[in-house]
């Protein structure tokens, strides 16, 4: 399926309020008795290897922030298991204690002839009153040594499988860095075969695409009105629009480089409204709201699979970090096939009046796709080790 027929579903899809399934990603073949390779052909090569490149980052980020929290978890079991065991010393020491001075206490014969006996009757009563006592603290302090010894066992089992979980996850992010890492070469291969011809011819056809795109989006109605961000949605804005023109990097999250996902979590979190890290969790976890009902500060998110997405700024508009090789930059909402929106602040109140950031010059330059003929092939540094 071409980029633009893939682009025009999607948009039919939205507008109608359906489900997206996922499209195949299959290249078009060349046409018959063409010796040359076909354009379209080579864009939408292009675009589904970056779309695998993309989804290959998002798995790769949801297991880093997993790990991250794993990480965390094993920490206070680890830190709750010490504590326990020192507890756990100090009752067995207090349990000696108590049991020595029982010990020392007690004699051959009975309460009751040991108070026949006794030269002072009151004095006895008052030894089997501390006896008594005694006894009862250490009941007390048996009682709450075996419970501290059940604590502390269960505590070491849980910090013994949760140290297995973070080693699993270690092992499954390292094979999904190296996916990423094949993912990207692929795409490297792929600029490094094409001509300077070949990359303008691209360009070019990118923007036919998107530009057709988003006619038929605003056709369809789904970007009329304009409503005000919230206090929370404009400060996202803004916080975006200073990072235009810095990096893409996958599994980046600022401050000098970001991802789709690392750049929209990044803003919200710097707004005081934090959200999840990933493209598919921001989707899955942030409410919904129709194309038609955009305000600034939302998220677009994009493709089947949910593993694209950018930061809606208005007037059709989105702030995102495109693809490797491209720069954090303004695009129109149809840059890619659109899955739908979320919005991260549903309980806020829209501000009265609002005022666009002004964007810097070339805020719109470069490819949304992120293989301009001026960064390919060696956008991506294979040097720098993932994050």
């Excluded at 039919?12 to 046409?31: I, K, M, N, S």
């Excluded at 018959?32 to 080579?42: I, P, T, Y």
């Excluded at 490094?192 to 998107?210: D, Q, Y």
């Excluded at 939302?298 to 493709?303: A, E, M, P, R």
Aim: aromatic share 4%; charged share 25%.
């Amino acid at each position: 399926m071409s980029g633009m027929l893939l682009r025009l579903v999607c948009t039919a899809a939205v507008a109608a309020g359906t489900v997206l399934a996922p499209v195949p990603a299959t290249a078009a073949p060349d046409p018959a008795g063409s010796g040359e390779r076909s354009v379209a052909r080579l864009l939408t090569r292009l675009q589904t290897l970056y779309r695998e490149a993309e989804k290959a980052t998002e798995t790769y980020n949801a297991t880093e922030e997993r790990l991250t929290k794993q990480r965390a978890e094993t920490r206070r079991l680890d830190l709750a298991l010490a504590r326990a065991r020192t507890s756990l010393h100090d009752s067995r020491g207090a349990a000696g204690r108590l049991a020595r001075q029982q010990y020392q206490s007690l004699t051959a014969l009975s309460p009751y002839l040991r108070l026949l006996l006794a030269r002072d009757p009151q004095g006895a009563l008052d030894q089997g009153q501390v006896i008594g006592r005694l006894a009862r603290q250490r009941a007390t302090t048996v009682g709450r040594l075996t419970g501290e010894a059940e604590k502390a066992d269960a505590l070491a089992r849980r910090a013994r499988q949760a140290l297995d979980v973070q080693a699993r996850l270690t092992e499954r992010r390292g094979k999904e860095r190296d996916e990423v890492r094949r993912r990207l070469h692929d795409v490297e291969e792929l600029l490094a075969s094409l001509t300077a011809e070949e990359l303008a011819a691209l360009a070019e056809l990118e923007r036919a695409e998107v530009d057709e795109a988003q006619q038929a989006l605003v056709a369809s109605g789904a970007l009329s009105g304009s409503r005000p961000p919230t206090e929370a949605g404009e400060r996202a804005v803004r916080y975006a629009v200073e990072q235009l023109g810095k990096p893409y990097e996958w599994g980046a999250e600022g401050p000098g480089t970001y991802d789709c996902s690392g750049l929209t979590s990044q803003a919200w979190g710097e707004a005081g409204a934090p959200i999840p890290r990933t493209s598919q969790e921001q989707w899955a976890r942030l409410e919904r709201v129709p194309l038609r009902e955009l305000r600034p500060g939302d998220l677009v998110v994009y493709f089947p699979e949910a593993t694209h997405v950018a930061l809606y700024l208005g007037g059709g508009m989105v702030v995102q970090a495109p693809r490797p090789g491209a720069r954090i930059k303004v695009s129109p909402v149809a840059a890619n096939p659109v899955l739908g929106a979320v919005r991260p602040d549903p309980d806020g109140k829209p501000l009265r009046g609002y005022v666009p950031p002004e964007l810097p010059d070339g805020a719109t330059e470069g490819s949304d796709e992120g293989y301009a003929a001026a960064t390919a092939p060696a956008a991506a540094d294979r040097s720098r080790p993932p994050r």
